[in-house]
């Protein structure tokens, strides 16, 4: 179910999402930390609207590296309603359709680590998408501010919310063991 109010046990089978976002990087970019904050803040099961909600239609770059940031979201939604009269589709982007179809085929692959998620956030309320101190508390590096996003122990969706972002990811030295 997916819900836009926030009415007293929504956090225990809606999805929200963190609102009509605006097509831009500095959206993208605040994607991540307004998911997590929703999640410690007892809204575990969250996402955005992927290539942005509002504004203009997103460029390919843009769109790409929103999609490949989204499908680690509880919620992925390609949704729009762009000012210029344009519907955000995969297909837009001829030039990118087959990197776009693997990260699409990618959370397919994560369907049943995303139930199982679901499954946990509607018991104990953890969170869906969680900041790397959620897990890693005594990691100082888990402390320094930097988006990387365990989406469940496991397995981890890192921030690519730049143009030409190529920055490795980092993950604890502690590993989890996925089942």
């Known amino acids: 179910m997916v819900c836009r109010s926030g009415s007293a046990g929504i956090q ?4 929200t999402w963190c609102g009509d976002n605006y ?20 809204q575990p099961n969250e996402g955005a609207d992927i290539g942005g909600f509002a504004g203009p239609a997103p460029t390919e770059e843009l769109f790409v590296r929103w999609v490949q940031n989204g499908i ?11 000012n210029d009269n344009t519907v955000t589709e ?22 049943p680590y995303l139930y199982s998620a679901e499954y946990e956030a509607s ?14 508390q005594n990691d100082p590096q888990g402390l320094g501010g930097k988006l990387r996003v365990p989406v469940r122990p496991g397995y981890s969706g890192g921030q690519r919310s730049g143009r030409g ?14 089942v």
């Open 23 to 42: 097509t831009s990087w500095k959206s993208l970019k605040y994607n991540i930390p307004i998911i997590t904050g929703m999640g410690l803040s007892g």
């Open 123 to 136: 018991r104990t309320g953890a969170p869906i998408m969680r900041a790397l101190v959620y897990d890693f």
């Open 12 to 15: 225990r089978y809606a999805q």
């Open 72 to 82: 680690f979201q509880a919620r992925f939604s390609i949704h729009s309603a762009s």
């Open 90 to 111: 995969p297909w837009m982007f001829r030039e990118s359709a087959d990197t776009i179809r693997d990260a699409i085929l990618l959370r397919y692959r994560f369907t």
């Open 165 to 178: 972002c190529q920055d490795p990811h980092r993950l604890p030295a502690r590993r989890l063991q996925v």
